[in-house]
């Protein structure tokens, strides 16, 4: 009786997966902001003496066209230039895709909706 040449790979992504999905950490371990084992101010400000000043508290792009720090010329010029790449390899915080942001802080709702950091990361 001849094996089948497609039955070992299966066999071995099985076991492969099942192994790594055993050692994965559990989600207990990730807090996010606004949770109570969130580092604090303090915290964030100790990590940042200990890489010599260079970690990046989040501003996300869109904010030029939110709230206090509304610019209408910045708002106009990052509005023209969102969809492209460039704009947001020039932040440490921007993602790539602005449709994973979920609207957070996007430049094309109104002044008045908040600018939040939602997916965005709080520091980098």
Sequence with gaps: MRRSPFLAPLALAGAVGSASAAS??????????????????????QLNRTVDGRLVATVPLGSA?????????????????????????????????PLFANASCDPFTPRDVPCALGNYVSYA
């Design 24 to 45: 994965l950490p559990s989600p207990s371990c990730k807090y996010l902001p606004g949770d109570p084992g969130w580092p604090s101010a303090d915290a964030w400000a």
């Design 65 to 97: 066209c939110h709230g206090d720090g509304y610019n209408a010329t910045e708002c106009a010029r990052l509005q023209d230039a969102w969809l492209y790449s460039e704009v947001h390899m020039e932040s440490s915080s921007s993602v790539m895709a």
